[in-house]
């Protein structure tokens, strides 16, 4: 195990410590408060909830809390439809392609006066974390936690049977050792696509910042950029050619992502494309041989762009946010609410299972033992190793993942041309604004 040093100051920033949270609300009324999400049952934070739940019960007792809980799909779902009618929870998660819709709505509040006059909370989560949760100079999400959309994990004993001693540098190398290992009879890349989500942006999104630059999202919404430009088109063109040499199993949109990760675990594939939160199941798999034969990467260098060969996308995903109808004393237990589910106590569980936190925890988490794998992770994130970008999906409306996703797909089988995904992709979103 090993053991970060200086993780806050290389990871998020300043050094800041967190202080004691606030005390009980000011009116001190006992009130009632309903907390939707779904981190909780067989989700890999679901103790980390737990306890800082629990630690906010005994801070306030004269809360009745009541949680809503239920899985991914079916939180969505219900919350879409609440949502439609013009209902949400007191207390709810809230993905970034949610923000403008509920902000336009009414229906989620800002915490801007709260979260920015409190060092001990908003002075510790930067700026970058809150980006997909910010409209108009207004917060209205505290980020759940950091995470980075794109992370290849590739089994170092394979690759050094195909003849390779390190990860390929370029794409001409990478594409050379996805034939190799065609050859050799195993997967290249283990691909679970039934969601159409892992597609979009653990793969797709970082390939469009390998060909367009850091700052493509923020000028589709200016209006400098479109999805139908060249260097978008030429990232779906990308994608296309892993398509066509077959690096994928035949099967990829028939599987999840977890049964993505099991052909690796049990030495089917050479790699997997997923994100940090995949993370915890390598570290938890019990196989040691292959955890230490594990490594991370990223897309190499495409076509000689390497001013761009350390993006990745990330960012927070996901957000704790309260209801713009809560007033008085409701507000401030749910503002009490945030900020245990973004205190230190929190983030430092976050970091024990291999987890990323959304806020600087300088100073108060250089004795935690880790995994050197995650140690090598949080390292590439925090020495600027890679730089990372806004996710497309959760920056843009929900509805674009849907398209998106189906375009590919349809890529996939030969249904579609990368030019008519970025048609499908703009009309979208121009029909959306």
């Known amino acids: 195990m090993y053991v970060i040093p200086d993780f806050g100051r290389r990871l998020l920033g300043s050094a800041m410590v967190l202080g004691a949270l606030a005390g009980a609300p000011a009116s001190a009324q006992d009130v009632e408060l309903t ?6 049952n067989k989700s890999t934070e679901a103790p980390n909830v737990a306890d800082a739940i629990a630690r906010f019960r005994e801070k306030h007792p004269e809360v009745e809390l009541k949680e809503q809980i239920s899985g991914t799909d079916e939180y969505l779902t219900q919350f879409n439809v609440g949502a439609a009618s013009g209902e949400v929870p007191d207390v709810f998660m809230m993905n970034g392609s949610d923000t403008t819709a509920l902000v336009a709505a009414g229906l989620v509040g800002a915490i801007t006066p709260e979260f920015t006059a409190d060092p001990d909370w908003g002075g510790r989560t930067p700026d970058g974390m809150t980006f997909e949760f910010s409209r108009d100079g207004e917060v ?4 759940y936690g950091q995470i980075i959309t794109h992370v290849i994990y590739w089994n170092k004993d394979i690759f050094a049977e195909a003849g390779y001693d390190s990860f390929p540098a370029t794409w001409e190398d990478f594409i050379g050792a996805i034939e190799t290992f065609k050859e050799m009879g195993k997967t290249p890349i283990s691909l679970g696509n039934k969601g159409r989500w892992v597609v ?3 793969l797709f999104g970082t390939l469009v910042a390998r060909e367009c630059g850091p700052d493509f999202v923020p000028q589709v919404h200016s209006g400098e950029a479109n999805f139908t430009d060249e260097c978008h088109v030429a990232a779906i063109e990308d994608f296309k050619q892993l398509v066509d040499v077959g690096a994928f199993n035949e099967d990829a949109n028939s599987l999840d992502n977890k049964q993505q990760r099991d052909a690796y675990l049990n030495g089917d594939a050479a790699m997997f494309v997923e994100g940090s939160w995949a993370l915890p199941g390598i570290l ?9 034969a594990t490594g991370i ?6 076509k000689g762009k390497d ?6 996308t990330g960012g927070a995903g996901w957000s704790y946010a309260l209801a713009a109808r809560l007033e008085g004393a409701e507000r401030e237990a749910a503002i009490e609410l945030l900020k245990e589910l973004s205190a230190v106590d929190y983030s430092r569980s976050r970091m024990e299972i291999g987890l990323l936190p959304a806020q600087n925890m300088a100073g108060v988490a250089d004795d935690i033992e880790v995994q050197p794998l995650f140690a090598e992770f949080v390292s590439n994130v925090g020495d600027g190793t890679w730089q990372v970008v806004p996710i497309i999906p959760t920056n843009m409306p929900r509805s674009l993942l849907d398209v998106s996703g189906e375009a590919l797909q349809d890529l996939m089988v030969g249904n579609k041309t990368p030019q008519e995904v970025a048609e499908a992709m ?6 959306s604004k």
């Open 297 to 302: 990467a990223l897309w190499p260098s495409i």
């Open 307 to 312: 001013e761009n060969a350390s993006l990745v």
């Open 426 to 431: 703009q009309e979208d979103y121009d029909r």
């Open 35 to 40: 907390f939707a999400h779904f981190l909780a």
């Open 200 to 202: 979009v942006d653990p």
């Open 140 to 143: 209205y999400g505290v980020p």
């Open 284 to 292: 938890d798999s019990g196989n040691q041989s292959l955890i230490d």
